[in-house]
Structure formats: structure tokens, C-alpha cells
């Protein structure tokens, strides 16, 4: 489990994660969805112990990343936008070489390395420079140090970045895997991405958490009035006159006619009404037969830019040093630069 309390994150006067709070249950895969610049990465490199927080608590399975780095990194694996590869390592190499950097147990090393480098399907690649791999087979190779060890708990910033849409299909069904037996953590400005493989997603904005909920809860809690699509056979005015003047219905809005002997329209509900039976009915007092009758209801993309437009976006700023990552991460917790 994943506690993030009241977190901030300035820098200077910018602010990039602004009392951000959220849980985060096991056994899900969850996506962190917002407009580029909206504090994703920021707060997935708190989250990861990369960077320190202005104030604000985050706690992994009880351990206060801050406090105690060491046991919370413990559970973390983490893939971050850039992945940290040493390109002149071999595939085994560099894995061998993070298997030592998180301490895992000598012994089961080599097991370890071949288990993660069976469930991101790169076997046949361990002999090979990663320098001379494509760019898809070197994001499954940062998947592989991510769940090296078996952690409890899989981070992912933005991890189809510069795909093509090939492995970008092959990346979602690695992610779908990982779920089965881990908590996965997706950060993503893309929404295909967060709902083709996520459970729950967490929407961000301005450093401040939106929205938070199942896909299916997320769209219902964001639908609003009841909106109907109506194709009906009759007279134009005869329609809109009769439906106007039904005193649960908000507004009346023509639609582009499919035939001229048809109305096509929608009516919008007041809150918290529901029209259909006054439709019906008022249909069959007037002699118009319904031919078509459909809820309109919200995409994801909808919902996902009502949300994010009412905050507004901002310049995120992400420090990139891998090696300082690599330190930060793996060994104990360092000092960010300029703090």
C-alpha cells in the first residue's frame, strides 16, 4: 500500500505538487493521468525516493520513504521516462549489476535475473550489448531492473514514450501481466494508455489530484444531467414544442436531420431527473413514433479535459541525472541537488 499525505513540491515559486493526497491499494493497476506538465513525473520521483518533498508524508506499506528510504525502496520497483541503462553492459551484465545495487540476497541473484528476464520476454536478448538493442527491446530491459527482486509494488513513468504503436501493444500486455502479481503504478499523458490496462486511475492537475475512482465510477460520478439522443418520425415543430414543454427537461437542442420526414434532436434533463418515461409518453400522446433512443454519455477524453481545463496546466520541472538516480534509488538516500 501507497499513503501520500498533504505532499508538496516547490521549486522556488513554482509550485509542482500541491497537497497532493491518495491511497493507493494492492493488487491494482492504477494510472496516474494528467496534461503534460501536471506534476506526474514530479511526484513519482518523491514517491520512488528520487526527490525529496518541500513537506507532506508518503509512506510504502508502513515505511516513511523519507524516514526510512532503505525498507520503503525495498518494495518499490521503478521504471522511470528514461530508463537508467549502461549501453556498453550486456543485457545480463547490467542486470546482474542492479541485482547488486539493491542488495538482493548473492545466492539467488542469478535466479532473480533470470526470472525477471523470463517475464519481460528478453532471454534471448541477454547476451547482446544494450546498445544494439531496438527501442522497444530496451524498455522491456528497464521493465526488467523495475522487477528485479520481486517487488511488491511496479512504478512506470510514461513507459511507451517513442514506441511504435507494435510495441506499444506489446508493452501493454507486459503491464497487464505484471498486474496479476503486482501493484502497478501507471504515469501517462495519454489516455488510451491509462484505459486500455488500468483499474482505477487517478486524474492530476496543476500538482492537485481532480479525480479519483474506477474508470466506470470516475465517468458516472462526471456525467451530470441525463442527456438523450432522439430520432423521431414527425412534424419538426410539432416535436420540439412537445418536448420543450415537458417541465423535467432543461433545454431542447436540434441535431443535424438524417430525413427530412424525421426530427433528430437532444434533450437535456434537469438535474437529477429522469425524462425517458415523460418521452415516451408524450410521444405516444402525440402519435410520434421513437426511432431511435440513446443515453449520450461522456468519454474518458470528456471527462479528462472538464476536469483538467478547470485547473489549467503548468511548466513541470524534472531533474534527468541517471546517475544520480541510480544512487538515489538503489543505495542510500541522497541529498537533491540544490536543497
Do not use: W
Not at 532473480?112 to 527501442?135: C, D, F, H, P, W
Not at 527491446?137 to 513507459?159: H, K, N, S
Not at 486524474?203 to 479519483?212: H, N, P, R
Request: proline content about 4%.
Amino acid at each position: 500500500m501507497i499513503e501520500i499525505s498533504h505532499l508538496v513540491k516547490k521549486y522556488g515559486d513554482h509550485i509542482a505538487v500541491n497537497d497532493l493526497t491518495l491511497t493507493v491499494e494492492p493488487g491494482k493497476i492504477y494510472g496516474f493521468l494528467g496534461p503534460n506538465g501536471a506534476g506526474k513525473s514530479t511526484t513519482m520521483n518523491i514517491i520512488t525516493g528520487y526527490l525529496g518533498a518541500t513537506s507532506g508524508e508518503v509512506k510504502i506499506n508502513g515505511f516513511d520513504i523519507f524516514a526510512q528510504p532503505e525498507e520503503a525502496k525495498k518494495c518499490v520497483g521503478y521504471l522511470p521516462e528514461i530508463p537508467p541503462l549502461y549501453v556498453d553492459m550486456t543485457v545480463r551484465e547490467y542486470l546482474n549489476f542492479v541485482a547488486e545495487l539493491k542488495k538482493l540476497e548473492k545466492g539467488r541473484r542469478n535466479k532473480y535475473v533470470e526470472e525477471a528476464m523470463v517475464t519481460t520476454g528478453i532471454t534471448a536478448q541477454q547476451s547482446r550489448l544494450i546498445r544494439n538493442l531496438s527501442k522497444g527491446y530496451r524498455q522491456r530491459v528497464g521493465f526488467a531492473q523495475a522487477v528485479l527482486g520481486y517487488p511488491e509494488i511496479i512504478i512506470l513513468d510514461e513507459p511507451t514514450v517513442g514506441l511504435d504503436p507494435k510495441q506499444i501493444i506489446e508493452i501493454r500486455d507486459l503491464i497487464k501481466e505484471l498486474g496479476k502479481n503486482h501493484t502497478v503504478i501507471l504515469s501517462s499523458h495519454i489516455l488510451s494508455e491509462i484505459s486500455a490496462v488500468c483499474d482505477h486511475i487517478f486524474i492530476i492537475s496543476k500538482g492537485k489530484l481532480v479525480a479519483g475512482d474506477s474508470t466506470e465510477n470516475l465517468m458516472k460520478q462526471m456525467s451530470g444531467a441525463q442527456e438523450i439522443e432522439l430520432l423521431i418520425k414527425g412534424d419538426n415543430a410539432a416535436v420540439q414544442e412537445t418536448f420543450t414543454g415537458i417541465a423535467e427537461v432543461e433545454k431542447c437542442i436540434p441535431l443535424e436531420q438524417k430525413d427530412e420526414a424525421c426530427v433528430h434532436l437532444n434533450l437535456i434533463a434537469k438535474p437529477g431527473m429522469d425524462i425517458r418515461e415523460q418521452v415516451f409518453a408524450s410521444c405516444v400522446n402525440h402519435g410520434f413514433v421513437i426511432l431511435q433512443m440513446n443515453p449520450v454519455s461522456k468519454s474518458l477524453e470528456d471527462v479528462f479535459l472538464e476536469l483538467t481545463e478547470k485547473e489549467g496546466t503548468q511548466k513541470e520541472v524534472l531533474p534527468e541525472k541517471k546517475l544520480h538516480f541510480v544512487k538515489s534509488h538503489f543505495g542510500k538516500e541522497s541529498k537533491e541537488d540544490g536543497e
